[in-house]
């Protein structure tokens, strides 16, 4: 019985850790992107990364996971199969995640002063070079 129950829960420890690393490999650099993208010059892109970040943030994380989870069954008839949740799963925490990410991105690069973008300019730095070591 004992053993029965420990296999199980390790089963789940499992599926949970490999949910964790798949969120964080995705998210991590969908975040940048998310963050490159709200911080962009052309002002839909911005603006419609604003307002999806914003509906993101702003809706509880489980009520966005059985919207990935049940949403295609309703709105298309679609039938999804028993790999359907892990893969809804996967899609609602790299989204959610990714908003977050690329929030703190965002706030990260726009907190840079001023001064060091002259600075780097005068040493002759490109605009890459800019981001990457300063």
């Not at 959610?96 to 300019?121: H, K, L, T, V």
Request: glycine share 10%; with cysteine; proline share 4%.
């Amino acid at each position: 019985m004992f053993a029965n129950v420990t296999l199980s829960l390790m089963g789940g420890f499992v599926t949970t850790v490999q949910l964790f690393c798949l969120t964080l490999v995705f998210a991590l650099p969908l975040g940048l992107l998310i963050s490159f993208g709200s911080m962009s010059r052309i002002t839909p892109l911005r603006a419609l990364i604003k307002i999806i970040v914003w509906i993101v943030r702003g809706t509880p994380l489980m009520l966005q996971l059985m919207m990935w989870m049940f949403g295609p069954f309703y709105l298309f008839g679609a039938s999804m199969g028993p790999d359907w949740k892990y893969f809804a799963c996967c899609i609602g925490f790299i989204l959610n995640y990714a908003a977050y990410f690329g929030e703190i991105y965002r706030s990260g690069i726009q907190s840079i002063p001023r001064g060091q973008y002259e600075a780097a300019e005068v040493l002759g730095y490109t605009r890459t070079q800019t981001f990457m070591k300063i």
